[in-house]
């Protein structure tokens, strides 16, 4: 029920993360979000206000953060050709620009 409701929201609020990196259609047309390793507050903001709970690798948010919320690495919400929303490491977008 949950996932239907998260579905649901995204489909609401036009967003639509998808999930497996050969989904990812190059180039990037926009880069909305940066998040620098040891930022922290960012994780509740992806999962409420962008409605991840994984990335685009499929490894789950909270494995993105340690316990006290610090980002683990750099990552970036981006948008792709087709206006998809991911989101990925920041070194990855090199790939499909």
Known sequence: ???????RFQQLAGL??????????????N???NIRKGEGGMMDELRDNYG???N????????????EGI???DMSVIYDQRDDMYLMDTEDIEKYH
């Not at 029920?1 to 579905?7: A, G, Q, S, V």
């Not at 685009?56 to 316990?67: A, S, T, W």
């Open 52 to 54: 991840f709970e994984e």
């Open 56 to 67: 685009v690798d499929g490894v789950p948010i909270e494995d993105l953060f340690d316990d």
């Open 71 to 73: 980002a683990l690495r």
């Open 31 to 33: 880069i909305e979000i």
């Open 1 to 7: 029920m949950k996932k239907l409701l998260k579905e």
């Open 16 to 29: 639509r993360p998808l999930y497996g990196l050969n989904e990812v259609r190059g180039p990037i047309e």
